[in-house]
């Protein structure tokens, strides 16, 4: 992977990331880096599952497969709030 496709995933990861934790009501306590890892994640994820389900190359935008990465952005998000919540 070059340098661009890295701080392309970041970019991406920052934006679904976001997006998961306004489709989540109230406030979430977890960091900026904790967003941005989920949000990645969520995103490599996202794609396979949109791939097995035959959704990730669409005309246009893949509205199918960016609800899917921040829907699991969302899981993510929620997640790692109720780990670090435990502490």
Same mark, same amino acid.
């Given at each position: 992977?070059?340098?661009?496709?890295? +701080? %392309?995933? @970041?970019?991406?990861? @920052?934006? @679904?990331? @976001?997006?998961?934790?306004?489709?989540?009501?109230?406030?979430?306590?977890?960091?900026?880096?904790?967003?941005?890892? #989920?949000? #990645?994640l969520?995103?490599? &994820?996202? %794609?396979? &599952?949109?791939?097995? +389900?035959?959704?990730?190359? %669409?005309?246009?935008?893949?509205?199918?497969?960016?609800?899917?990465? &921040?829907?699991?952005?969302? &899981?993510? #998000? %929620?997640?790692?709030?109720?780990?670090?919540?435990r502490?």
């Amino acid at each position: 992977m070059e340098i661009s496709g890295i +701080f %392309t995933a @970041i970019v991406i990861g @920052i934006v @679904i990331g @976001i997006l998961g934790r306004l489709v989540i009501p109230g406030r979430q306590r977890i960091g900026v880096l904790w967003t941005i890892l #989920v949000g #990645v994640l969520a995103a490599l &994820v996202g %794609t396979a &599952v949109a791939g097995a +389900f035959g959704v990730a190359d %669409t005309r246009g935008v893949d509205w199918i497969e960016l609800a899917i990465q &921040v829907g699991l952005a969302a &899981v993510g #998000v %929620t997640g790692v709030e109720r780990l670090k919540g435990r502490r």
